[in-house]
């Protein structure tokens, strides 16, 4: 799913191509995208985008007369700009938006539906649009902290969790944890004030970094190479590969259909966590939102086709025979020895 540095650098291909311009045809390639009836789509046609704004993982056009376009890609919708010399490719086409100066396209991966389009009419109901987690880029350290200790979640479902904090999901939250030194199943009201302190700095620095990785990669082009796999990524993706600080093989817990991504020497002092018993207190910790939910549905479908390795001691070899799961402990096991010869690399993808 596109997340906060993915959507800024849309925002701002798109600024300098549509911001002003008048949006003179929409084509839907399936009426199902578009989940409002009222205003129609066509009441948006022969009027300028007058505004461009991020709210959480959405992009909203502002239009006049306080009308919005709402654009939620979800999981595998991407946005792609079309001019007489550049034309479409890959998937397949929802929806696109015509402009004097070229076509905006927006386009899913994958025979599942979730990208959607809303158009609505007044500032109440745009914001009934926004989950409401906060700014962290613009935020203090303390409405850092009061949000992130508001409840006693897993780091990485606080993280995460729309509600709490907007435009971060499981990509950069792998990464942010990582940068943080920090235990992903660690409960948020247990961190000590050093702890929260560098959490927040790396939240920062992550999507800032990622933000003018992807503003650096995209160029004068519009954004092509948009995904939640990036391969610079330290650990999100990269079951098995290497962490960049340690060398340790990146270690994965499924939880639900989504997983976590970490490295068990710079994050969770030397300890595997075990899946089976990690996974179920992360899926007992995990909102029950509609996004989230189609999160999962989307992961489930992606993830079926590839095969659970159990959590294993980093000299075994990974297709080892799984150790047996304890029911109601977290299992864990020490590294043995740090100067290992590391496993090859193992790519899911
Ligand atoms: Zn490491």
Request: glycine share 6%.
């Amino acid at each position: 799913m596109p997340e906060l540095p993915d959507i800024t650098v849309y925002l701002e291909a798109l600024e300098q191509r549509i911001l002003g311009q008048t949006l003179l045809r929409v084509h839907l390639a399936s009426p199902f995208i578009l989940r409002t009836f009222s205003p129609p789509i066509a009441s948006l046609e022969n009027r300028p985008v007058t505004s461009l704004q991020r709210i959480g993982k959405r992009i909203v056009l502002g239009f006049p007369d306080d009308h919005w376009l709402v654009i939620h890609l979800m999981i595998a919708g991407r946005l792609q700009w079309l001019t007489a010399n550049k034309k479409g490719r890959g998937a397949a086409t929802a929806a696109s938006f015509v402009f004097s100066t070229g076509s905006l396209a927006l386009t899913e991966a994958g025979t599942q539906r979730r990208a959607s389009l809303h158009v609505l009419k007044g500032k109440d109901a745009l914001n009934a649009h926004d989950p409401g987690g906060l700014e962290t880029l613009t935020c203090t350290l303390s409405a850092f902290s009061a949000a992130l200790t508001a409840s006693n979640h897993t780091l990485k479902r606080a993280l995460t969790d729309p509600r709490i904090f907007s435009g971060i999901g499981n990509a950069y939250s792998d990464e942010i944890l990582h940068h943080a030194q920090l235990s992903p199943v660690t409960l948020t009201q247990s961190l000590s004030d050093e702890e929260r302190a560098r959490l927040f700095a790396s939240v920062r620095s992550v999507l800032q970094l990622w933000t003018a990785r992807l503003r650096e990669e995209a160029g004068r082009e519009f954004p092509s190479k948009v995904t939640a796999f990036h391969p610079a990524m330290a650990v999100h993706g990269k079951f098995m590969a290497p962490c960049p600080r340690c060398g340790t093989p990146i270690q994965r817990i499924r939880y639900a259909e989504n997983e976590v991504n970490y490295c068990p020497r710079c994050q969770t002092g030397g300890k595997l966590l075990a899946d089976r018993s990690l996974s179920r207190l992360l899926k007992q910790d995990w909102p029950r939102t509609i996004e989230e939910a189609e999160a999962r549905l989307s992961a489930r479908s992606k993830f079926n086709s590839v095969s659970t390795p159990a959590p294993v001691a980093l000299e075994e070899k990974p297709d080892s025979p799984p150790p047996v799961a304890s029911e109601n402990a977290v299992k864990t096991g020490r590294i043995r020895s740090p100067k290992n010869p590391q496993p090859k690399t193992r790519r899911r993808h």
